[in-house]
């Protein structure tokens, strides 16, 4: 099967961890077999002459995952994208035989044109609050998806299902290409995030508005380095705000600069060289129990690192121990990063028995293809 895979902002933002949920989708579709194309649009934000150096960056960043040469762009209305770069045509991209997107507001023309649709959710609660808002205009798709276990859920969330029938997939990984690998002497737990995140304000009700930011999010947590029993670094952007970096470091993390892991195989190599994973997560996430579980972990479980992450709502397959340990507050975020640090062979071994059983790829991406390809 032919299958178009909307990679949404790819063009402008290949940054790491961003680029890497739709590798992990099209890694995973090729070894089901399927022919996949990478499409993006070409916003009318990019200045002209900027844009052969945008394409450039991403086409480097994809070539080492062997997806440089089934890259198809567009306008923002629709339109081909003239290119100095030997692109696939955009025929290539709407004769798919299936269109599975990840981007929140695909030109109405490109969309129109599959007769196969399934829209994609990474981020459950906010999308639909955006959609309410007016910020996107999705359209209309055969088949709806989201990362988020708020459908099994939907009497404890706040989650507006607009309308359509959400089915739950966990964050597919490529598990090829993230192997086990073995934390060295001085590793971290650690995570890759934003951290301020200009205009990322919510609001709950008319109003009621709140912080939505990672920042806000660790204020929970935010003297728990100096009572851990590893260490914990943060790798955010923090460039021109030496204060906010040295109330961090006075408080014992360490930090990374988050643009030196812009390049996928950087941002691996970052993962896979932790000790594990520690974050919280958005505040809306967890206000909406929204049952968010993030494609970041998914790899860091994948490469057998345990995680410590704040839940987001209830699961019918994530435990709040072993591999994947879940906190509330900051006692219990406590808890367990000793319990994972007390028994850290078996919880390396237990994150990747999780990400097996239920993330990889293989097993998750064959239920969305038979459910889009029946709509």
């Excluded at 078996?346 to 029946?374: S, T």
Aim: glycine share 8%; aromatic share 10%.
């Amino acid at each position: 099967m032919r299958i178009c895979l909307s990679a949404p902002n790819t063009l402008g933002y290949p940054a790491g961890g961003h680029v890497w949920v739709f590798i992990n989708w099209a890694l995973g579709l090729q070894s089901l077999g399927h022919e996949v194309i990478w499409f993006d649009v070409v916003e009318d934000k990019y200045p002209a002459e900027k844009v052969p150096g945008l394409t450039r960056r991403m086409l480097d960043r994809l070539r080492p995952f062997g997806l440089d040469k089934q890259v198809v762009l567009c306008g923002h209305g629709g339109e081909k994208h003239p290119s100095e770069f030997p692109l696939r045509d955009l025929e290539d991209a709407t004769s798919c035989d299936l269109l599975i997107n990840l981007r929140y507001n695909l030109p109405r023309p490109i969309l129109n044109a599959f007769k196969h649709t399934a829209m994609i959710d990474i981020d459950p609660g906010q999308f639909q609050k955006a959609v309410e808002w007016g910020t996107y205009d999705v359209g209309e798709h055969g088949s709806y998806f989201t990362v988020g276990e708020w459908t099994n859920y939907r009497h404890l969330s706040k989650v507006n299902d607009l309308g359509k029938q959400w089915t739950h997939i966990p964050p597919p990984v490529a598990l090829e290409a993230w192997p086990v690998t073995p934390a060295p002497p001085d590793a971290a737990m650690t995570t890759v995030s934003g951290w301020y995140m200009a205009g990322q304000w919510m609001s709950e009700e008319k109003d009621v508005w709140y912080d939505n930011s990672k920042q806000a999010a660790f204020q929970m947590v935010i003297d728990i380095p100096k009572e851990s029993p590893v260490p914990l670094e943060l790798c955010i952007d923090t460039i021109g705000y030496p204060d906010e970096l040295g109330l961090l470091h006075g408080k014992g993390w360490r930090t990374h600069l988050s643009t030196s892991v812009d390049d996928p195989q950087v941002y691996r190599r970052y993962v896979q060289n932790s000790l594990g994973e520690f974050s919280c997560a958005k505040p809306a996430y967890v206000r909406m129990n929204s049952g968010w579980l993030s494609d970041r972990t998914a790899c860091y479980l994948a490469s057998g690192k345990p995680v410590v992450i704040q839940k987001t709502g209830p699961s019918d397959f994530l435990p709040d121990a072993k591999g994947c340990y879940r906190f509330t507050d900051y006692a219990g975020a406590l808890q367990s990063l000793q319990a994972m640090a007390n028994d850290y062979d078996a919880a390396c071994k237990a994150a990747r028995g999780l990400a097996e059983e239920f993330l990889d790829a293989k097993k998750v991406l064959p239920k969305v293809l038979e459910i889009a390809m029946n709509a």
